[in-house]
Each structure stands twice: as C-alpha cells, then as structure tokens.
C-alpha cells in the first residue's frame, strides 16, 4: 500500500491541457477524448506521438508527459495525416486542418453565416430554424407552445 500513498501525492485530479479540465481518473487514450474536437483515434495518435503510456491515468503522468501532451495538441496539423483530420479543404485557406476546442464553434458559426448570406437553400433552413438535410417536418422539429397535435374544431 505504500506506492500508492506516494501516487496520491503527486496525483492530480484535475489535469488541464488545451483550455480543457481532464478528469485525471481515466487512463490518458479515453481522457484526451474530453476535449472536443479529438476522438479516439486521433488520441491514439498523439499518445503514439508524444511517446505517453496510453493505459497510464491522466492524474499520475509528470508535468514533463502533460506538457509532452499539449505540445503534440498544439502542433498537431503539421504531424496528423490528412485523412485523420476534421476540416479538410478548408474554404478559405484551401490546407487540410484539424481544430481544436472553440475553434470549431467558430468555424461552424462562420460557415452558417457565409450560406445564410449567400442564400443558400441551406443557409434559409438554418434561419427558419427547419430541419436542413432533407428530414420531414410533419410530425418532428414542432417547436413552440402547441408541441402536441392540434385536432380540427368541431362543428
């Protein structure tokens, strides 16, 4: 019992790696899935990278590892493959990227905005609030006081 009495020392609890609080319980390959925009395999990818044991929990790597971590998050679109990333052929810039975090609220907010100002069918499903790819509406996004279904009045 004495290790782990040492472990809990220099255990933490919290680990914060890409403006993201990482519970530091879970093992490093299921714990980097916390923060958006990387999956499970992109987490093997940067553990594969950085050189981390994968199965080791979060809480006990060293601030050397963590820091190993978030170096490998940083420059990630100059070592990931392109077919592991989630923005390829970017609109503006052309260059397969993969984002990270707030990056991607950001560029989806962008992407909305540019269909709705260029009025596509697209961009006015979003502004009406309509399902944009092809659902049917009869019976579902019913929003509003009336969410039930409105009989006819009687005669």
Excluded: C
Excluded at 62 to 70: G, R, V
Excluded at 109 to 127: A, M, P
């Amino acid at each position: 019992m004495p290790p782990m009495a040492e472990e809990n020392k220099e255990f933490k609890y919290i680990v914060r790696i890409a403006a993201t609080d990482i519970d530091g319980n879970k093992p490093t390959r299921y714990a980097l899935t916390q923060i958006k925009g990387i999956n499970f395999m992109v987490a093997n990818a940067i553990i594969n990278y950085s050189g981390v044991d994968g199965k080791e929990r979060i809480g006990n790597l060293s601030d050397e590892e963590i820091e190993k971590l978030s170096k490998a998050i940083e420059t990630i679109n100059d070592w990931l493959p392109s077919w592991l990333r989630n923005r390829r052929k970017d609109l503006y810039t052309g260059k397969d990227l993969h984002l990270i975090g707030t990056e991607i609220d950001l560029t989806l907010r962008e992407d909305i905005n540019l269909l709705k100002k260029i009025r596509s069918y697209r961009g006015i499903r979003h502004e009406r609030g309509l399902p944009v790819r092809g659902q049917r509406t009869r019976s579902n996004k019913r929003r509003g006081l009336t969410v039930g279904v409105v009989r006819k009045a009687r005669r």
